[in-house]
């Protein structure tokens, strides 16, 4: 019997033919060898077969599938995840790479050496298409272990992922075998870290263990044309309630909570219409503000818009919807999984097709 490799490599990838090479190069020049490599090819039209074809006959570590019709990003990341192997789990998306030879190896020891955690995070290169460093993202803070729910309410309060791209994190496979939630395309990512943070920690470096590229061929770019995140934010708060009222320390039930929501509720209509993900969005958070209650905050809402408006115009103060918007001096990744909660996105998901 072949026994497992501690480390299975995911790279989900469509159409980055011309950046694969970087990424399984930086995998296989890793000096943690006891890895495997799943190459997932979601169907591209470019020249990504020949590539990963041509790694693959050079290392018996990678095994690869190309995909004769497209899955989609989130069944592309469950298909690697439902073949990997190993006790943990890393992805690198075919336009990222890892930027250090230690990389794997340090990530490993994280978790070998703290039993209380189900990730561990690094913080990231900035690449643009060139390859070139343009900045490091660094926003978890210190270094070592950190509460999960912790790191949930404060990701809400913030109003930003705080954790990163799948790139930026290895997990460990049994924790979680759920799997990517395919209800969700924007803020996918953000969603299963919240879900392995509900019952267990996550061990942070402040070392970039990972380079994660900014370009505009990421769906990212797409879903925000198609306002995604909007109603999938309500969709989001209405899973993790309890955490999400700890965040803004309001009572469930209190109606400064509900004034909160109906604001969210009634901003995400404006701005998806009745689109069915808005409708789906909407009958989640609901429950949590009741129909008499909205009709009581719409009627407030609908006494004090002027006053508001004035208001704006003489500050010139953007509308905030829902969350606490970061500090104006914090950076604002836009690409996977940095975003806003507030009626216009929440945590953008990168999509590596």
């Known amino acids: 019997m072949i026994p497992r490799p501690k480390v299975s490599v995911l790279i989900p990838t469509f159409e980055y033919g011309r950046f694969l090479p970087e990424a399984i190069e930086s995998v296989l020049a890793q000096d943690f060898r006891d890895f495997e490599l ?7 039209r470019d020249d990504s077969a020949s590539v990963i074809r041509r790694y693959a006959a050079q290392d018996t570590r990678i095994r690869y599938k190309l995909h004769e019709r497209n899955l989609g990003m989130v069944a592309n990341w469950n298909w690697c995840l439902k073949e990997a192997g190993g006790e943990y789990v890393k992805f ?32 990231r290169l900035i690449l643009d298409e060139a390859s070139k460093v343009i900045e490091v993202w ?33 997990f460990r496979r049994i924790q979680g075998s759920r799997g990517f939630d395919p209800t969700f395309r924007q803020v996918v990512d953000q969603e299963m870290w919240f879900h392995l943070l509900q019952s267990a920690g996550l061990v942070y470096t402040s070392e970039p263990l990972c380079a994660f590229r900014r370009h505009p061929a990421q769906q990212t770019v797409v879903n925000e044309k198609e306002q995604v995140a909007s109603g999938e934010v309500m969709r989001i708060v209405a899973r993790y309630f309890d955490l999400f009222a700890a965040s803004v320390g309001l009572r469930p039930n ?23 993900l808005a409708t789906i969005a909407e009958a989640t958070l609901m429950p949590h503000v009741t129909r008499h209650w909205y009709f009581v905050c719409w009627m407030i809402h609908r006494a004090t818009k002027p006053l508001v408006n004035l208001h704006r115009f003489c500050v010139g103060r953007p509308r905030v919807a ?26 953008p998901a990168r999509n590596p097709e």
């Open 38 to 44: 799943i190459i997932s090819d979601d169907c591209s």
């Open 254 to 276: 209190s109606f400064a909570m509900r004034r909160r929501l109906f604001r969210h509720l009634y901003y995400a209509r404006k701005d998806n219409g009745h689109t069915p």
């Open 92 to 123: 690198v998306f075919g336009d990222d790479s890892l930027p250090s030879a230690q990389a794997l190896n340090r990530m490993v020891a994280m978790l070998e050496q703290e039993p209380r955690a189900v990730l561990a995070v690094s913080a």
């Open 138 to 170: 660094d926003e978890l803070g210190a270094s070592g272990f950190q509460d999960g729910a912790g790191v949930i309410i404060r990701c809400m309060q913030q109003d930003r992922n705080l954790v990163g791209e799948p790139s930026a994190v290895l």
């Open 322 to 347: 829902l969350a606490l918007r970061p500090a104006a001096s914090a950076p604002a990744p836009a690409a996977s999984t940095a975003g806003r909660m507030s009626a216009g996105g929440i945590f």
